[in-house]
């Protein structure tokens, strides 16, 4: 009972359509069944009958011995006791399994997949200068495209499949050989990238294959140019090239795309008397996403970014799906929240052969876990309730996916629910669920036909499939047998058949075993080890010196009560007010101090700790890209940090936002920031922003002077303002709209107060200069950081008000920092200014109460004061002394015990505490440690025993490689000072 | 020739000129680290050398200065830096620490050390009385000489010209696909093969000054082979850099075929996992990596502060500098990396010889500093407290008997910006 649809004949793709197609010439639509012209083949009956096959009409409901009625390309019926049309062909499915023809959710034709013409030089990009600034200005000497090139900008959202959509007949083979009838396929490069297509993999005639001709704007969150290439250092790279400003540039898109239509509807309402509004192609494109007419298919570089494309989602009311990165199995947590669908690549990495046994020794524990994890994902997502489609995506060659999706079925994931991830999921979340994904009479007669038991058995295989009423074959028999790969690639006379495998046929069980091992989870589970070590509901330090960094000062023989996470009391304190229950600290000697602040760390963040393309990044935000499973904060938490000011390099004048977090080790990114913390923005002085240090190839940026850095900061305030009054006055007079616009709008935040400038600074004619450009505009600075000339000029910036957070003793690293002095801390002190000390870097952070005892040192500070620079003057300085910073009743339950005087370098932290949990202890760390040894010594067990052999003999190149690849998340933070220039660094292993 | 000879072998100068007369120093805590600690005790110097160490002198002497409350240390050697080589380390002309070449013995770091270096005083200033530069480069960079943190001329300030070969292990690592790769990567194997040729390079350059040594007298002089006769004779320590477990396996390997070599290994991330076998073969360890970050996730956080205790107690000689990076602005933080080794194990004696004493015999100058000792030069400095305690200062500071200054670019501006006067307000 086939729909009344409107249906075009099905050609099959015979030779006279391909002499046709040659020809050049345009094949005529017919809009009805009538025969073809005399010379083509005529079109044969298109009834057909699929008698005794056992048929799975969706995932987990079969009927045995079944007939399927196929009718002009539709199912006409599907029963067991169905009469048999009289014109229909019959075909005999004895022995085979017949499933809803499989879709392939997230097909990349690469390179291969050629596109029909440069879809860029029809359709001009959106111009990243104009997702930058305001009056779509750009910077000098800042490229904002890549290379320079229109051809390469990152902003596609216009690029349209659909338009440039003309494979290569193999390809469709190749994916029909595996059961796969259907894909959408994808746009692959760029940031926003442009949407998708479905189509059917029956025809590669474009307009015969497109069913949906746009599925998905795609957008990826991951670091751009990621790509290697070997001479990025050495040229200036194109806005954007971190992770935090692809997440600005999305963000400034879609504003940009609203505000195109907004104002467009203006100009509607107001023809003559405004400026005509300037209409791009690229904005117009993202319209239907951004009003949710269309999903949005993120595809994260980190697992971490799944969460972010969450938030982004939220923020611009989008309808989001994921595209799984692999890394899943770090946060379950995290993919449970975003209950959102994923599509989700089977592309496992495989353990390569190393060269020497000891190689095995660089190899990181984390990539093992990776290697071993991997499998497990899909089916990770469903236990986290989440839909998903499997895609080949990522695989070599599609061959490969029912093996790799058989590993994943051997990891938990149920027959069923991959069978549901080729067939009824996809079909839903393209939006093709009335034609496709289950078998019912009606829907597109798309079938996959498997002999020799299930798709997933290890024997069986694929005899054909059924597109749309077709038949196409699978590939003859002989063609695979003679490579497992399916890739029958012509002899090489220089390359013998690879004759170190003797195929050892006598040892099937060797393999199997193999097998076994390669399916069995090793690892433990990614966040078993983490998050606080003790969460009692009060916490009672009996007695200790206690350095309350608060009114109270140093107190000894003190005691400390914390409930419920926050301080209810300190000094003497009777039993009676101990609840039940508290936890008590009970040892001789032990000194308490507030948990240790860092008023300047790039530990924790990923995709890159500057955006260093464009003088002004006030746009991006290190908020955006926290990364909360660094290593780092298991080791700065070891030497009593309880909160980093996360700041953006010093590469631009202007910088990006920071993010103050507390060291809550094992909470999501989210859990890390500290509620309530003022925003911050991280600005920049002298050698860095004038790239002194870049090389040759970068001199042409505004500024190159220490003269044009005032001239930058003035006009960036300047137009800030101007753009804070037009809003005003649009509000208040109405009018055309006002482009929002994420730079300005921020530095119009500080302009109002509410955004606190953290300024890496040097020497002494630069800090006045900036001081007293923001006085012009009534800013007063939060802190001036590094401020080694601070000395200097100590008078000026207590008048100005600002803070100053300092190296406590670096210096001569730059020519900049040749006056550097250790006595700066106590000198700046001695004359009014409210003085921290950071450290810039992964390892000081490790000991804040050390860098501050060289305040002792040099310059005298009293002790207890050096102790503020990394305690109570850092809270004050971030806004954050309502909180942390001293230990005072109502304050959080923050602190340090250490086994002697906090200043002395006899001492070490052995227990450090946040919001009354315990997150650190040395006994608890090295247990972990011991843990986490024996856990590397059984991956590098397993990896060794499978390494080249068994059944990763038959794994591809690619998945050797990607056992390579660290996730972005594990890429070690980085150890520098003064890390501004630093951008490459964190890549450092 | 013969004089070429005679300057190579003359590697001992003469000491610079030393105060005549005798000086007494009263009452101070005594850390003489060779013989305890004296509390309190006198130390008696005549022209320029220890004459006397007792809990009480009574001799009359030319200079008596009563360092009661104060607490007097062996002058600190800094056992591996760029001290004198690099003055701003992002200012090339500023930078001679390292050469261009893979084998360059003939190298001697002492030629290039700037007397008038504003870092040398500010390391002086906080008790540092002798450092070693190193040359480097690849693989073999060159000989580091001993100098002393004073002196008119580069010459007055060499102790020693050649105290040791340096030799950069080769990095064993292999460069795998990813995103720092570039597309040039080779294969792994055959970056394997090449990584096995750089060591029989080593290996080769060896051999061939070994058979140097028995060319007949008389032969063309070359100075780099000439240069290398020493360490092959095993007169010279051969310093291996190396930090990784397998570099450092690959070089003990390597030099267990070549017993005449007196091998000391720096850098030293993972020596302690091979503590044992140093201790053996009484290799000892310059260790640079305290404060590294743990090289892996399923490292112990404390691993490399822990690292000098476990090698000290395995019976590994083991010396401590500040790490490579920046290291010449960093010297005076020297005793604080001795320090952290001691918060996570090292004896305090031990962190304090780490620091003075064994840089000392590591350099051939064992029976002339890193203690406080009768006969031994008087380098020496009060500070207020425990040097290994970053609040102690240091107050008053000898070398070879010579008080020193220790004022430094630091102290000056320090001064110099404390007496500001208070701006008018604007």
New interface residues.
């Given amino acids: 009972m086939p729909p009344p649809m409107m249906k075009k004949p099905r050609f099959p793709a015979g030779p006279a359509v391909a002499a046709l197609c040659a020809a050049g010439l345009v094949i005529p639509l017919f809009s009805f069944d009538g025969p073809l012209p005399p010379g083509n083949r005529p079109l044969p009956a298109s009834v057909h009958a699929l008698v005794f096959g056992r048929v799975v009409l969706s995932p987990g409901k079969e009927l045995d011995k079944a007939t399927i009625i196929l009718s002009d390309g539709r199912i006409a019926a599907v029963t067991t006791d169905a009469a048999i049309p009289a014109d229909a062909q019959v075909h005999d499915m004895t022995g085979t399994t017949i499933y809803a023809g499989f879709i392939d959710a997230h097909l990349s034709l690469g390179k291969k997949g050629a596109l029909r013409a440069d879809p860029i030089e029809e359709d001009p990009p959106v111009d990243s200068r104009r997702l930058t600034s305001g009056a779509g200005m750009g910077f000098p000497g800042a490229p904002s495209l890549a290379n320079g090139s229109d051809a390469n900008s990152l902003v596609t959202p216009q690029l349209r499949i659909a338009r440039t959509y003309n494979p290569d007949p193999e390809q469709l083979k190749a994916l029909r050989a595996e059961g796969f009838t259907a894909a959408n396929v994808v746009p692959d490069r760029g940031v926003i990238r442009g949407t998708s297509t479905f189509v059917s993999l029956g025809s590669s005639d474009p307009d015969e294959a497109i069913i949906r001709p746009d599925t998905f704007q795609h957008i990826a969150l991951n670091?751009p140019a990621?790509s290697?290439?070997?001479d990025r250092r050495d040229q200036p790279e194109a806005y954007p090239a971190s992770l935090m400003g692809v997440i600005a540039v999305v963000r400034q898109s879609f504003f940009d795309a609203q505000f195109q239509a907004v104002d467009a509807a203006h100009f509607a309402a107001n023809p003559t008397n405004r400026p005509r509004p300037s209409i791009s192609e690229a904005l117009t494109a993202l319209l239907p996403a951004a009003r949710k007419s269309m999903p949005v298919l993120f595809e994260p570089g980190s697992m971490l970014m799944v969460d972010r494309a969450m938030q982004l989602s939220r923020e611009l009311a989008l309808q989001p799906l994921m595209l799984a990165t692999g890394q899943e199995w770090r946060r379950p947590d995290l993919m449970r929240a975003a209950a959102v669908p994923f599509i989700v690549p089977v592309d496992f990495p495989e353990v390569?052969t190393?060269?020497?046994d000891?190689?095995w020794?660089?190899v990181?524990?984390?990539q093992l876990r990776a290697w071993d994890q991997a499998p497990g994902n899909p089916a990770l997502l469903r236990r986290e309730g989440l839909d998903i489609a499997l895609t080949t995506h990522g695989l070599e060659k599609p061959q490969q996916f029912r093996s790799n999706a058989r590993l994943a079925i051997a990891r938990g994931l149920t027959e069923s629910d991959a069978i549901a991830a080729l067939t009824t999921v996809p079909a839903r979340l393209c939006g093709v669920a009335d034609q496709l994904g289950d078998i019912a009479s009606g829907k597109l007669a798309n079938l996959t036909v498997v002999e020799n038991g299930r798709y997933f058995d290890p024997e069986s295989r694929i005899r054909e499939v059924w597109i749309e009423g077709q038949i196409f074959h699978a590939t003859p028999d002989d063609d695979k047998k003679k490579n497992p790969d399916g890739n029958a690639k012509p002899e090489d006379p220089d390359k013998p058949d690879k004759p170190d495998k003797p195929e050892n046929p006598e040892k099937p069980d060797k393999k199997k075993e193999l097998e076994e091992l390669r399916a069995k989870l090793t690892d433990a589970p990614a966040q078993q080890d983490r998050g606080p070590l003790l969460s009692p509901p009060a916490v009672f330090i009996k007695s200790a010196t206690i350095w309350t960094s608060g009114p109270q000062g140093r107190i000894e023989n003190a005691s400390l009560l914390i409930v419920d996470g926050k301080i209810k009391a300190l000094g003497t304190i009777a039993p009676n007010d101990v609840p039940k229950g508290a936890h008590v600290i009970d040892r001789p000697d032990i000194h308490v101090t507030p948990g240790m602040i860092d008023c300047h760390s790039h530990s924790m963040i990923i995709g890159g700790v500057n955006e260093a393309t464009l003088p002004s990044t006030a746009m991006v935000r290190v908020g955006d890209v926290v990364n909360s499973e660094s290593?780092?904060i298991?080791?700065q938490l070891?030497g009593g940090l309880t909160v980093a000011n996360l700041l953006h390099g010093s590469a631009n004048p202007i910088g990006g936002q920071n993010c103050v977090i507390k060291l809550r080790e094992g909470a999501s990114p989210e859990g890390l920031k500290l509620a309530g913390a003022p925003g911050g923005i991280k600005f920049a002085l002298g050698?860095n922003v004038k790239q002194s240090?870049w090389g040759d190839g970068f001199r042409n940026r505004f500024p190159q002077s220490r003269m044009g850095v005032p001239a930058f900061h003035t006009n960036r305030f300047t137009a800030a303002r101007q753009y804070a009054d037009a809003l005003a006055k649009h509000q208040r007079d109405g009018g055309p709209p006002v482009r929002r616009d994420l730079e300005l709008e921020t530095i119009a935040e500080i302009i109002r107060g509410e955004r606190l400038i953290h300024c890496h600074s040097y020497r002494q004619d630069e800090v006045i200069v900036f001081l007293r450009v923001m006085e012009s505009f009534g800013v007063r600075v939060g802190t001036l950081q590094h401020i080694l000339e601070g000395?200097?000029v100590?008078?000026?910036i207590a008048?100005h008000g600002a803070g100053a957070s300092a190296f406590a003793?670096?210096?001569?690293?730059?020519?900049e920092v040749?006056?550097a002095?250790?006595?700066a801390g106590s000198?700046m002190r001695?004359?009014g200014v409210l003085v921290s000390f950071n450290s810039d870097s992964?390892?000081l952070s490790r000991?804040m109460n050390?860098e501050a005892?060289?305040a002792?040192?040099?310059?005298g500070t009293p002790?207890e004061e050096a102790l503020k620079y990394v305690t109570a003057n850092p809270a004050r300085q971030l806004g954050i002394d309502k909180w942390v910073g001293s230990l005072e009743p109502g304050k959080d339950g923050d602190f340090v015990v250490w086994s002697g005087h906090p200043?002395?370098?006899?001492?070490?932290c052995q227990e450090t505490w946040i919001d009354g949990r315990q997150y650190f202890e040395t006994d608890a760390?090295?247990r972990r440690?011991?843990a986490?040894?024996t856990?590397?010594n059984a991956l590098l067990a397993k990896a060794k025993t499978l390494a080249g052999d068994g059944p990763e003999d038959a794994a591809s190149d690619k998945a050797r490689?990607k056992f390579?690849?660290?996730s972005l998340e594990d890429r070690?933070s980085i150890?520098c000072?003064d890390c501004c220039l630093d951008h490459e660094m964190p890549?450092?292993? | 020739m013969e004089k070429l000879a005679a300057f190579f072998l003359a590697l001992l100068l003469p000491a610079a000129a030393a105060p005549a007369g005798t000086l007494l120093l009263r009452g101070a805590t005594v850390h003489t680290v060779t013989h305890g600690t004296l509390t309190p005790g006198d130390v008696l110097v005549r022209n320029g050398k220890i004459a006397a160490v007792a809990p009480k002198i009574d001799e009359p002497a030319d200079t008596s200065i009563d360092l009661a409350g104060l607490h007097l240390f062996p002058g600190l050697i800094s056992a591996s830096t760029d001290l004198g080589l690099v003055e701003i380390s992002s200012v090339r002309g500023s930078i001679d620490s390292q050469e261009t070449g893979q084998f360059t013995p003939e190298i001697e770091s002492w030629t290039a050390v700037n007397p008038d270096s504003e870092l040398i005083p500010v390391s002086r200033a906080n008790g540092i009385t002798h450092f070693v530069p190193v040359p480097r480069g690849d693989l073999i960079a060159g000989a580091s000489g001993l100098m002393a943190a004073r002196g008119w001329t580069v010459e007055d300030m060499t102790v020693r010209r050649r105290t040791a070969m340096h030799l950069f292990w080769p990095d064993h690592s292999l460069t795998v696909p990813g995103p720092k790769a570039s597309k040039k990567t080779k294969p792994l194997d055959e970056q394997a093969r090449e990584r096995a040729e750089r060591v029989r390079t080593i290996d080769q350059f060896f051999a061939d000054a070994e058979a140097w040594e028995k060319r007949p007298a008389g032969s063309p002089v070359v100075p780099a082979w000439q240069a290398m006769l020493p360490v092959v004779r095993g007169e010279l320590p051969l310093v291996v850099h190396a930090q990784g477990l397998r570099e450092i396996r690959a070089a003990l390997k390597w030099s267990a075929s070549r017993p005449r070599l007196r091998l000391i290994i720096e850098g030293g991330r993972d020596a302690w996992m091979l503590a044992t076998e140093l201790a053996e073969r009484k290799i000892p360890v310059i260790y640079s990596e305290v404060f590294s970050l743990p090289s892996q996730s399923s490292d112990a956080y404390d691993v490399q502060f822990r690292a000098p205790s476990i090698l000290q107690k395995a019976g590994v000689t083991v010396a401590i500098t500040e790490s490579s990076g920046d290291s010449a602005s960093n010297q005076r933080n020297l005793p604080y990396s001795a320090a952290q080794a001691a918060a996570f194990g090292l004896s305090r004696d031990a962190a304090l010889a780490a620091i003075t004493l064994i840089p000392a015999q590591l350099h051939g100058a064992g029976d002339s500093l890193g203690s406080i000792e009768v006969g031994k030069e008087a380098s020496f400095f009060a500070a207020t407290g425990d040097i290994l305690d970053i609040r102690s200062e240091v107050r008053r500071l000898w070398i070879s008997g010579a008080e020193q200054s220790l004022a430094s670019r630091h102290s000056r501006l320090a001064e110099r910006y404390r007496t500001r006067p208070t701006p008018p307000p604007k």
């Fill in positions: 670091v990621e290697p290439d070997a390569p190393l060269p020497d000891d190689d020794l660089a990181p524990t984390d290593e780092t298991h080791q070891a050698e240090n000395y200097k100590a008078d000026e008048r003793d670096w210096w001569a690293y730059k020519l040749y006056d002095i250790p006595h000198i001695e004359r992964s390892d000991r050390l005892a060289k002792v040192k040099y310059g002790e200043l002395d370098t006899a001492s070490i760390a090295h440690a011991a986490r040894n856990l590397r490689d390579f690849r660290r070690l150890l000072v890549w450092k292993n």
